[in-house]
């Protein structure tokens, strides 16, 4: 009794506050809603007060709504109010007050004219409900998550609603001409210009664009917003001309932060996530630039994610080329634009290059030092999906940061599948990119939350096959199984394999072999003629027998000099 007693003191004193304060919790005029101690005739009680019953809300609690008939003032509200707490019969009394939905939306004034965050026909990014999840900023374990803007002018950091998410190398010391952080340039405060060889950015209003679609400032009161509220955007200026020499030497600014924030486990360097290209050269064919194409792949090594616009014409990338989105690195997310609607209007496609769309046209972007402006091209669309890498990789989840730092190329690869797996289908797309949709960030953090968690790894499947194989030191046919794994997740590898030749059941061998998921492992110099089973484990767990005959090799002619031999070759 003595408790039932407190927790009537403590509702009534919650009730002096909300009198205090009856604008900041509002509730409906007239109802009420009361918890009785045991089992009552909700209505006659009800009937008792001049209350009309409304509703049992949870009839085993004993809870029910109750309603004042007609327009009601707060006065009279909070009479009733007060002579239900005082009713022995009641456990608690309160009004039914409003509920709001907890939407994260920034206070910035343009956002309505953004329609590539929200829009009432769904064609956006879902950017709101992706920030009720995170809107940016650092990532699980406090590291500042970095996106490199490499432009041929530059961008002016100094606009009002990008100077707080511009990046600066805070362990080098401003213009002394020194390199303080040894990091192979020297004052590299403000970013790198990789013509001039030292941190002086231009102020371009293309870079300022793909800046802002990326990291415009959010929830300050001013403009619009990026797709991350907070983010640190690097700059790159690929200064004296957009030649491939200084493109690839501008990769490497970020490359070189990035590889020093992984071997000091992310004590120095900078944590960049993801680069952004809105420039390139179309109908380019990417035979011709192999060492471009092939740096992708380094830079995924390190966990750099790069975006690139493709061309702002509507021809196959596949047939037709371009560079650096027709590169079949899969560290290079290739981007065409989608407008209002969803619709491919002026930009390239690619079954097999391009791998999503995200909006480019007539999207509103800062411009200038201070203002904002609608402007279309591949070029914001590309910065679009870079902005929402980084925003992946601020999610609340300790593991994924947890692998970009012991893991850096799987922590790449993951965000990538989040990006290119929670598209939005979109029907104009299927065909004319990988993914057959247009980007969807707060799909992809799902994807990213879902999958949070310590790395557990299942055997799934394994297959092998069979070839003979003229040795030409040996000048014999030799008998190889080509054996396959697929585990519950790319990043798991096998532990032992197990290898038995069914004429000798009794000598099983298993061997310590990593076999990464999804990858093969060749045994040579195995018997001709012969069964085997194989299979493989995974901790403690192993997978199903694969069985496997080889064919008669050793009966075929080694050599290559008659039609009968294995390879002959006229």
């Not at 709101?128 to 500042?144: E, F, K, P, Q």
């Not at 809105?278 to 750099?304: F, H, K, M, R």
């Not at 909006?359 to 870079?386: N, R």
């Not at 197990?498 to 310590?512: F, Q």
């Amino acid at each position: 009794m003595f408790l039932k007693l407190n927790r009537a003191c403590w509702v009534l004193t919650l009730a002096l506050l909300d009198a205090a304060n009856v604008n900041a919790q509002g509730h409906i005029p007239g109802e009420f809603i009361v918890m009785f101690h045991a089992q009552q005739d909700a209505e006659k009680f009800a009937s008792a007060y001049g209350l009309e019953w409304a509703q049992a809300l949870s009839p085993r609690a004993h809870i029910h709504l109750l309603r004042l008939q007609g327009e009601t003032t707060s006065a009279q509200d909070w009479a009733v109010l007060r002579e239900l707490q005082n009713d022995p019969r009641l456990e608690a009394a309160q009004f039914n007050h409003e509920v709001q939905n907890r939407e994260t939306e920034p206070n910035d004034p343009q956002l309505p004219q953004q329609w590539h965050h929200v829009q009432s026909g769904d064609h956006d990014i879902d950017s709101d409900l992706a920030w009720d999840i995170t809107t940016g900023g650092a990532a699980a374990d406090g590291s500042r998550i970095v996106v490199a803007v490499l432009e041929g002018g530059g961008s002016n950091y100094n606009h009002v609603d990008l100077i707080d998410n511009h990046w600066v190398n805070n362990a080098e010391i401003p213009d002394n001409g020194i390199d303080d952080d040894e990091n192979g340039f020297v004052d590299d405060y403000n970013g790198w210009n990789s013509g001039a060889n030292n941190d002086n950015i231009a102020a371009g209003g293309h870079g300022t664009s793909v800046s802002g679609m990326i990291g415009a400032t959010g929830d300050n009161g001013l403009g619009g917003v990026g797709v991350n509220w907070d983010v640190d955007v690097m700059q790159v200026d690929m200064g004296n001309g957009l030649s491939e020499a200084n493109v690839i030497a501008a990769y490497n600014y970020p490359y070189e932060m990035r590889t020093i924030f992984n071997e000091s486990d992310g004590a120095r360097g900078a944590f960049v996530v993801a680069t952004n290209a809105s420039w390139g050269i179309d109908l380019a064919n990417p035979t011709n630039y192999p060492v471009w194409c092939a740096y992708y792949d380094d830079l995924g090594e390190q966990g750099i994610l790069n975006c690139g616009a493709t061309a702002n014409a509507q021809y196959n990338i596949d047939t037709q080329g371009d560079m650096p989105t027709g590169c079949s690195s899969p560290y290079m997310v290739s981007v065409t634009a989608t407008n209002n609607n969803d619709v491919r209007t002026f930009s390239g496609y690619g079954a097999t290059t391009i791998d999503l769309g995200a909006p480019g046209d007539q999207v509103y972007l800062p411009s200038g030092s201070s203002g904002y402006s609608s402007t279309s091209g591949t070029s914001f669309a590309s910065p679009c999906v870079a902005g929402a890498i980084a925003l992946v990789y601020s999610a609340p989840c300790p593991d994924l940061m947890g692998l970009a730092l012991s893991n850096p190329q799987a922590a790449a690869d993951l965000v990538r599948g989040y990006i290119l797996d929670g598209t939005d289908e979109v029907s104009n797309l299927i065909g004319e990119t990988v993914t057959g949709g247009r980007l969807n960030a707060f799909n992809s953090l799902n994807l990213a939350m879902a999958n949070c968690g310590p790395l557990e790894c299942d055997p799934d499947s394994i297959y092998a096959s069979t070839s003979c194989v003229y040795d030409m030191e040996l000048a014999q046919v030799m008998t190889q199984i080509e054996l396959g794994v697929e585990l519950s997740s790319f990043l798991c590898a096998t532990s032992t394999v197990c290898m038995t030749n069914t004429s000798d059941s009794s000598a099983v061998m298993c061997d310590s072999l990593a076999i990464n998921s999804g990858d093969t492992y060749l045994f040579d110099a195995v018997e001709p003629n012969a069964v085997y089973e194989f299979y493989y484990t995974v901790d403690s767990l192993a997978s199903d027998v694969v069985v496997v005959e080889t064919p008669a090799c050793d009966a075929l002619i080694p050599g290559c000099t008659g039609p009968t031999a294995y390879n002959y070759n006229p």
